[in-house]
């Protein structure tokens, strides 16, 4: 029986890659990343994963540049924000860990290191431990990024060693090259993994975006949605905005019986404080 849960669906405007050769209505100036934010939680986003971009449109961490685009997200919506704590080889550690000292109301860090597409992802134990530290001593909610089974064994570890500032959240990237391949069958063999308390997210990439969403609906899970992990609407048609993706499962998933969660019951389903 599919479960009425309400669904908390998350939405990465814009991430740290792409540029607007690659999707010319990619947001990339703090203004327009604000727009696509608060656009998306109109949709229906409960929570906004963020990267920052500085005026130039480059990828940033400055802290400086999170808290503008915080506060104009915050004056305008009640979404959850949850920053990136991205790792590319040009940030080092400390740049990673500057805007958790912000106190954001959550952050993204992956459960250990992979090849991404042309690139390594590199989170090595000292960098868990140190995202980890910086986020439970600023009281930020973790999201644990799972893109392999070997980083979701690591997870529950640190869950299992009291390693981890709790409440902690999961979210499974699938379909990044490098990382596990976006099937059903490995979202229901990492799902199989988690007591059934959990709540976990999805995130597919590319065209797996859509049938993963569509599975965390049937499954009980939540979903992430945006331009970040896709640019597409359809095959060959770019996605207006992220909040076109939005709309749709936010559709889909009342019409299959799951209302979408407004920002203050994602709050509560999350362990967030209210
Ligand atoms: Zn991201």
Redesign the pocket.
């Known amino acids: 029986m599919i479960t009425e849960k309400p669904l908390i669906i998350t939405c ?1 405007v814009v ?2 890659e792409l540029t607007k050769t690659d999707y010319p209505n990619l947001p990339s100036t703090p203004s327009e990343i604000v727009e696509a934010a608060v656009d998306a939680a109109e949709a229906g986003a409960s929570i906004i ?1 963020l ?1 920052v971009r500085d005026e130039k449109g480059n990828p940033s961490q400055e802290p400086a540049i999170f808290q503008e685009v915080t506060e104009e997200i915050k004056r305008r919506t009640d979404v959850i924000v949850q920053y ?1 704590t ?1 790792g590319d080889a040009s940030v080092t550690l400390e740049q990673r860990c500057a805007p958790l000292f912000l106190k954001p109301e959550m952050a ?1 860090l992956a459960m250990g290191s992979m090849n991404y597409g042309e690139d390594i992802f590199c989170n090595s134990p000292e960098t868990i431990d140190r995202v980890l530290e910086c986020a439970g001593s600023n009281g930020v909610m973790v999201e644990l990024q799972i893109y392999d089974s070997a980083m979701l064994e690591t997870a529950l570890r640190y869950e299992r060693e009291d390693l981890l500032p709790l409440p902690f959240h999961l979210n499974f990237v699938l379909g990044i090259r490098g990382g596990m391949e976006g099937s059903v069958q490995n979202l229901a063999f990492l799902v199989s993994k988690l007591d059934r308390r959990s709540e976990w997210t999805v995130s597919g990439i590319g065209g797996e975006q859509l049938p993963l969403a569509l599975h965390a609906i049937a499954m009980g899970g939540h979903a992430r949605v945006g331009i ?1 992990d896709n640019i597409f609407y359809a095959k060959d048609t770019f996605a207006r905005s992220s909040a076109q993706l939005v709309e749709r499962v936010a559709a889909i998933s009342l019409q299959a019986g799951r209302p979408v969660a407004r920002t203050a019951k994602a709050r509560e389903m999350l362990g967030l404080a209210v």
């Open positions: 990465p991430g740290a994963h990267h990136s991205r993204a970040e």
